[in-house]
Every structure is written in structure tokens, then in C-alpha cells.
């Protein structure tokens, strides 16, 4: 079935797109519910002013979202709602410059303005601050979690290391979650959808006394999968996830309060599907073609899907516990947070994209974590200043083991393509069955494998002040000083192959192995050791390292007018060193940047139109990215090594929401970026510096909502949502790492359309509704990128590529 949406449906997306653009409004839709009745043909004349009126904690206080000065996206609990999104990687399309890329849950990759932190290991730490309820999330393996009792998502751009400290460099993710209400509440929710699809969602909150209060909350997410496997029969693609929720609150006193939360997630689901792109026979003993030859590649968007990971599965365990104090003072408010996380994790996948056992490859990353974290935090207002200061401290212990596993024929493959001794094992395999004796090197596992441990802390105090010079007149000053420590340790186990081991030593007490040709009996004793990480093994390598850092900030703002705002500022941001999990000894610097920023801030109450946008230019130094190192291949598979380049940008962003009627919503938000490379040299040897990084220039979403009021006793509320993200810009090394012109046959990196729907009817005050909902409406399909690290040794290039229109439909009911 054709992937492209018929003419039709391409005439109204450009349709949408285009009324969009010309109307200019916000993607955020705060929720206007109870806003006060107006007639029907016109707008409530302070609509504007209550379409920004969303109060936010981005700044570590209560602010309307208007009034701070910092680029500022709120995903609202509504908002998401309207997408049916389970979890913030299913909607980052509407928000522009934001990138959750999460073909795998529990290796999340979180990019900002161009930025991110590639490589999901224990030893380095992402360069897009995820933060819950304002406790940091420590690791991949944690950072992408279910939305639960969702209250909003508050997306900061640009470096936030004063505030939210290390490892904002190059944003945040601030997710809020509902509190006890002192309101007895309950609501449930069931969705049913095409592939399987049920999703149900519960909440009871209940006050206990004038006192106390318990919120219990609950999600059970599950599918059937999109793909099939063509041989095995098997889904991919499939959903399994549940997760609870309980929050307990005591106000001891008039003046002191505690919460008390306890979050618990459960994932179990097949790994992510890996599209072959070379074509094969139904013999699983035929090798594929080396080199590969692009030209001949399958379209991964029409390619059946053949993978054999034994034992493939992607799992997670996650615990979480936070308790906070706040009190409050005449003068301000002293809040204590302490919270300790876990998580559990498990990941094994097909990395060859091939059921054929003579190209066979599994990688495994298993997971364990547990971290601290504990803050005080004052905060005060005085006649000139609004301030907040404090002091933390994170602790967090983590241990890796990351895996490769393939069998013995594929070392026969790995010695024809790479050391060019022809194949050996079946050689000799072929040789002793031919005298009838009962040996054979073929289809013994073989596992390698990297264990690490991680023991990091960290210590931090920061400030920051709001002088109000006068009342239109403020300038921020903000510090923080952070210090890391960090122990970190590789083991790089001697390779396990018991079954080969046994048959070579069963063939040496039967005096066959001296009878050997020495070629065979020269292979032979190269398989003896390890062929994929051959760095130090059987040697522990430890090393310790600590990192000190300040990060100040200064923001200046004007109102010209109670309704418009500007500001500029300077901020620095800061990512902790680290160290390349699967890089026995690797050492890398902290990242580091400064971002300088102006924008403006407006609502335009006589035309019920609310309008913000910036500019900003970031220098960042010692970025660090995951690449495939193609110079590993000599010897083995190769790896993915982290490479440090200097990069910059320029951008602008803009976004609006304008309201020209009661009923009738319209927003936009886009994205303008050139990110470039100051200086860089790819692990293949190419120079970059001056070249694209492979940012696209542009990205934007927009739609509408409508509302039929009096619609069987209720009403009916139509939204329609589009998010464009352009293609990206290559460079000399894009091809290598599958991000760009991989091969004619199919696009890699091209512009992306999404397009989501939805129709809703709800009774008076949302007692009780009905919804029909679709995403990737048009079912538009892509490649996002083709995974070369087999390519060079097997031949066997992979590509991922997006889901399919999902559909469904929702029922809900309040009480």
C-alpha cells in the first residue's frame, strides 16, 4: 500500500499550512474553559491577556508564562490530551527545535536548538536537562517515562545552567505533575485504536481531613505493533508499558507542608525493528554481498522486516521517591526536596537487519541506577528584588554491561570480508564432516562484552535576583557553581565461546588440530581471542576525575507597555566531562556555552492575538557526539566513538495564538536555526569545520480549534494539528553515519509532514465524553536514518523508519 497521501490529502495539508502561516498563532492552547461567556460572534476582549495567563516555575517561581523573560514552550495537560501522546516523544513535532528521539524508550535521545547528547551510555550525561517535578532525571534509561496525571511540560531553550545547573547546556524539560486538591475527583479513560491499541488511564484524588490529602493515579498502555516479521511471524512496533502514581499531602501547619510521592513504572515490549536494506534469498546460510551496493538497496518503507535477535527484548523497572518540605516565613519560603530514583534496564535488538546466521549481530545493554538528590532552596521578595538561592547535592551509582553477540559463522564472514583468508570455520567444518568425523565450527554463539561502573557526585550552590530597577525596569543577575566528581571503571571481559572453545579442544586430544593446513591452524588461534572489543582485556581500568564550573546569567527587561515585553540576556551552561562506555580509557572535557538572546514578548488585546518571538546566537565548545568510526573495521565490528567539535548557531523563533472569534483557535509556532561546525574533524578524517551540522534550517507547527457549543445537551470541539521539520543539511560526513543520500532507491533526512485530528464531545463540566482521534493523519513515512556499523564487516546496512497513521477512539467519564 502506497505510503504518499493522495492528491487530495496533499491539497489540504498545504491548505492547512498556508491559513496557518498567514493567521501566525501559538502551538500551546492553554485551557479557556472557564473563561467568562461572550457572544457568539466575537471574541471575549481579554481573551488575549488569559491565552498567556498560564502560571509557570521555568524561573524557580510562580510567573505567568508572559512574564518571563527566557524562550519559553508549555505543553499543556489539554494539549496533549488533543494528541493522545502517551509519553513526550510522541508529540515533539509540535513543539519546533525539540527532537525525543526514542525508537528505543530506555535510550532516549533529547535534542534542543540543534544540540544533543547522542550517546546513551553510563559514562557521559546528556546535554538536554530532563527534570520531574524539579528532581533531575538521571540517565537515558530514566529520562523518557509515561506521561502520568500530566499537569504541564515547560520546554526552556537555550543554556539553563544557573537555574536548573549542569547538564541544561543546551535546554530544559521541566515536567510538573498534578498535587492533592483538598476536592474529592475522580476520572477514567479508555482508548481503542487500530494495531491493537488500549490504553486505559485512572485518577482518584481523595481528602483524607482538613489536612491531608491522597492522589492515586494509574496508566496501562497496550498494542499489538505495526510490523510483522516476514519469517518469524513476530510484532514489532508493539506497545507494553504501565505505570501508578501516588502522592500524599500534610499541611503539618498553617505555614509548613509536606508531599510525599511515589512513582512506578513497568516496560516490556520487543526491541525496535531493524529494516535490512540488502536483498537476500530465503537461504539463511548465504552471505550478503560485500561491499554492499547502494544501488541495489531496498526501500526500507516497502522491505518486509527479517530480524532474529535471540532473546530480543527491551525492558525497565523504574522507582521513584520524593519527599519535599516547604514552609514559609514572614520574609519568604524555605523548600527541602529529597528524592532518590531506580530504574532497571534491559535492551537487546537485531543490529545486522538479516534473519541469515552467516551475518547475525545482537547488541545488549543492561542497566542498573540509582540516584540521590537533595536541595534547599530559599526564596524571598522585597520591595526591589525577587530572589532565590540555594545549595544541592546528587548522588547517583550506575553499572553497564554492553554486549555483542553473533555466532561463529559470522567470524567466518568477518574473515572473508575483512582479513581476507576466505571462511575458515566452514572450511575446516566442511573438511571433518567429508572424513566422517562428528565436529563442527559452525553455529556456536559468541558473546563479548564491556562492563562499567559509575560513582558520581555532585555539589552545587546558585542565586539568582530579579532587581526591580523600577516597574517596567528589571535586570537579573544569576550564579551557580557546580562541582563534579566522578570515578568511573571499565572491564573488558575475555570473550565467551564455550561450545567453540570445546570443539577446538576436543579436535587438539584427537591430535586433529596439528593435522590442520596452518593457515586453518593460524585462524584458529586468532579466534582465540577477542574480535570486537580487543581494548586492555581482561584488564580493569579505573580512573577518577573532577570538574568545576560557574555559570552566571544576566537578563534585562522592559515592559514598553502593560501588554509588551522585551528582554535580552547572557547566559553560560555547562555538561559535565565523561567517558565512552565501550572506549576502554576514553576521557572527554566538560561542554561548555554561552548564549546571547533578545526577544519580545506581546498580547494585543483588541485583536485577541498573543505574540512572542526571539533571536539568539550560541557559541558551544567541546560538544560531544556519538560517530561510527570506520577505522575500527580492520580488526572487527566497528564502533560508535564520542568525537568533541566546536560548533555555533543563529536563530529565531516565533510563536502566536490568535483568537478572532469565541469559538475558532488558530496557532502557530516556527523555528529558523543555522547550526554550523567551528572546528571539527570526523573519525573518518573529514574536515568539517564551516559545514552544516545537520540541523535543518526550519521547522513549525500550526492548527486550529473549533468549537459547536449546544451539541446534544454538550459540545463538540474539532482540532487539527500540522508539524513541518525541513530536511537536513549534510555534510562530508552524513553519508557514513546514514544520515544523508545514502542511496537512490529512497530519502534519507527529507523534510517531514505530520498532520493529527481530532473530534470531541463533552458533556457539561467534561463528566462524561467521546472522542475520535488520529495521528500521522496523511500517513506520511520516513527514513530517519540507516545504521552503517555492520555495513562495513557483514554488509549489512539497517534503517529505522517512522510508525504509521494511528487512530482511535476515546471515552471518558468524571465524577
Known sequence: MSIRPRPLSAALRQLLGGTALLLCAQTVQADDQNAAPAPQDQADPNQAKLLGNITVTAQSRNQEMQSVPIPLQIITAKQVDTLAATDLSKMDMFVPGLV?????????????????????????????????????????????????????????????????????????????????????????????????????????????????????????????????????????????????????????TQDTRMLLSWDHEKLNQPPHPAFGLVPLSNDTNQRPPFPPDPTTYLNPLHAPLYNDAVGGRESRTFDGVTLSFDHSFAWGSLVSTTAWRGFDTFNRGDYDGTNHIVSYLDTTNIEHNNSWYQEFKLSGTTGIADWVGGVSYYQEQARQTSQTNIFTDSLDTLASNIMGVGTPLTDISNALASFGLPYTLLGDPWHEAISNVGKFKAYAAFGDVIWHVNDRFNITTGIRYTRDSKSFSWYNMPRSAPQFDGTVQALDQAGVLAMLPPEAQMALAAFGNNVIFTDAVGVPVRFHNTWNNVSPRLVLDYKFTPDVMGYASVTKGYKAGGYNSVQVGSRFAPEKVINYEAGVKTTFPEHNLLLNGSVYYYRYDNKQSLSLDPNSAGSGVPRYLVNSTDQEAKGLELEALWQPVRDLRLNFTGAYIDATYRKAVADSGAVLTGQPTGEPRFSYTAGLAYTWRNVASGQLEFNLNYAYRGKSRCNDDSRLQGECVISPNFKVGEAQHRTDARLDWHAPGDRWGVALYASNLFNDRYVTGVDNITATVFGTPYANITPPRMWGVEFRAKF
Open 100 to 252: 525525543v528521539s526514542a525508537d528505543q524508550p530506555t535510550q532516549p535521545r533529547y535534542q534542543l536548538r540543534g544540540i544533543a547528547t547522542s550517546d546513551f551510555g553510563i559514562g557521559t550525561e546528556p546535554a538536554v536537562g530532563v527534570y520531574i517535578n524539579g528532581v533531575y532525571a538521571a540517565r537515558s534509561g530514566g529520562a523518557l517515562l509515561a506521561f502520568n496525571d500530566l499537569a504541564r511540560v515547560e520546554v526552556l531553550k537555550g543554556p539553563q545552567g544557573t537555574l536548573f545547573g549542569r547538564n541544561a547546556a543546551a535546554g530544559a524539560i521541566s515536567i510538573v505533575t498534578n498535587e492533592p486538591t483538598d476536592r474529592f475527583e475522580g476520572k477514567a479513560r479508555l482508548r481503542i485504536g487500530n494495531y491493537g491499541k488500549v490504553y486505559g488511564d485512572a485518577l482518584l484524588n481523595l481528602p483524607l481531613n482538613q489536612d491531608m490529602a491522597l492522589r492515586v493515579s494509574a496508566y496501562d498502555n497496550q498494542s499489538d505493533g505495526w510490523v510483522k516479521d516476514a519469517a518469524s511471524g513476530k510484532r514489532y512496533g508493539e506497545d507494553n508499558d504501565w505505570g501508578t502514581r501516588a502522592v500524599f499531602r500534610w499541611n503539618i
